[in-house]
């Protein structure tokens, strides 16, 4: 059986995504309300009660706010690093203990038969991550709340077959838009988000030197951005480069709130 990935909700106001092999169903994080991600994963046919573990991105709320409730009605196992638990424990109610796999770091973990990698970022949490998961030879990774494009997450994602990357915002919105001084200068810093120019970049330098086909546009602001806009300027800076969307590579969008198109990785042998 392949790597299969879906994208339950990518945004500010929550964040979950699904990912199974043959013998291994996984969700990272769990920032929607227990009960969407029950129903949303109901629309691909999985049963809650199958998730074999969650794993988080980053503390903030709109990862974590369902998190109790589905490791205490559902006892999902949580992996998760030390530090980030230290500042999730007390934001999501009694848990029990026995669900819980600490480490210090998340950088080579076997759950189930998907192997588990975490590669550190810049975003503004204690211990953020963004990760790939490998079953076989085929690999997903997923990386938002970047805050800025290093070496390293290259490196780790270029031979992704499909990556979902953050596509937060169009800088000229976020500029004229309603969002304080403070909080647009922490958009745009090292610690914030990347913009749709930064996803067309970072998409390109993996597709150039890797294996990827499937790109997916991910934690679309609301207020400063638009799917059409996210979509053409990252397709611009593709085939600006010779990369043709729809030929070379499959460009897709993922959503605030609702379920996104199921992706099963089949490698050729």
């Known amino acids: 059986m392949p790597l ?74 949580l992996y998760i690093t030390i530090k980030t638990w230290e500042a ?28 588990v990698k975490g590669t550190r970022i810049t975003h503004d949490a204690v211990d953020p991550l963004c990760y790939t998961f490998t079953h076989d030879d085929c690999k997903i990774g997923i990386a938002t709340d970047l805050g800025a494009i290093t070496d390293e997450v290259i490196e780790q994602f270029k031979d992704c077959d499909l990556l979902m990357i953050e596509s937060n915002h169009d800088i000229e919105m976020l500029k004229i838009g309603p969002y304080p001084m403070y909080l647009k200068r922490r958009i745009l810093s090292e610690f914030g988000h990347l913009s749709n120019e930064d996803a067309g970049y970072i998409a390109r330098e993996i597709i150039r030197y890797g294996t990827a086909k499937n790109i997916l546009l991910a934690h679309l602001s609301k207020e400063n951005n638009f799917p059409d806009l996210a979509f053409e300027t990252v397709r611009g800076i593709l085939e600006a480069d010779d990369i043709i969307v729809g030929k070379d590579i499959n460009l897709d969008l993922t959503y605030r709130d609702k379920v996104g198109k199921l992706y099963r990785i089949i490698k050729e042998r």
Do not use: W
Not at 8 to 28: D, H, M, P, W, Y
């Open 4 to 77: 299969s990935f879906c994208s339950l909700a990518s945004g500010s106001s929550g964040n979950c995504q699904f990912i199974e092999s043959e013998k291994t169903r996984l969700l990272v994080d769990a920032g929607m309300s227990g009960k969407y991600i029950k129903l949303s994963l109901e629309t691909i046919n999985i049963k809650i009660e199958t998730i074999n573990g969650i794993l988080l991105t980053h503390e903030h709320a709109d990862h974590i706010s369902g998190l109790g409730v589905l490791m205490r009605k559902f006892k999902i196992p």
């Open 88 to 115: 999730v424990s007390e934001k999501i109610g009694d848990v029990d203990s026995e669900l819980l796999h600490l480490f210090e770091t998340i950088d080579d973990v076997l759950i189930g038969d998907i192997r």
